[in-house]
């Protein structure tokens, strides 16, 4: 009888839970209310190869750095970040990109734009693309942009419990500003001084 009744309990137990969890959300847009598109837009191969800045250190975590119109973008064990913000003065940017992923199964990872707007961020549409994680370039341009705009970049791999590990180089970049990471450690090494 005893047995029953634990089993009886366990089984509300989970029909609660159950109902519980339907109800609930869970926002991934970072709080302003917009999201990434859903896509089938996909990179094309490439031949063209990235060649990091002299100074950068490939083994960063993640890092960001802008020469001569182009923004490289290092990552090594991440699965969502953003960087700092950039123009692009000429309204188009190319994407080269070339990386890897822990999960065998999950090969791809995608890199969305945001644009800067009064009280946040606002996904800009169409820009999400699909990369794949196989080691080779693949490379895609976004064109329309507006040359006046101040905009960021989301990589993010769809794999919680993986990581991703490449390299990016945007090229059409005009001004960037420091990665969000970046801009609160300044902000708070000088409240500190």
Not at 38 to 49: I, P
Not at 110 to 126: P, S
Not at 139 to 149: Q, R
Not at 156 to 165: A, E, G, P, R, W
């Amino acid at each position: 009888m005893r047995n029953m009744t634990k089993r009886l309990l366990a089984l509300a137990l989970a029909a609660v839970m159950t109902a519980t969890l339907a109800g609930c959300t869970i926002d991934l847009t970072g709080g302003d209310g917009e999201d990434e598109e859903t896509t089938t837009k996909w990179a094309e191969s490439s031949t063209d190869t990235i060649t990091l800045p002299q100074d950068m250190d490939a083994t960063a975590r993640f890092a960001t750095e802008l020469v001569d119109n182009s923004m490289y973008v290092v990552f090594n064990g991440i699965q969502k970040r953003d960087t700092g913000y950039f123009s692009a003065p000429n309204g188009s940017l190319t994407f080269t990109v070339n990386a890897t992923a822990e999960a065998e199964k999950l090969q791809k990872f995608k890199i969305a734009m945001w644009k800067l707007v009064d009280g946040g961020t606002e996904y800009v549409d169409g820009t999400t693309v699909y990369y794949k994680t196989d080691g080779t370039c693949y490379s895609y341009t976004v064109e329309g942009l507006d040359a006046s705009a101040r905009y960021r970049l989301t990589l993010s791999y769809d794999k919680v419990s993986y990581y991703m590990y490449g390299q990016v180089r945007v090229d059409g970049v005009g001004e960037m500003g420091a990665a969000p990471d970046e801009a609160d450690s300044a902000a708070s090494s000088g409240a500190a001084a």
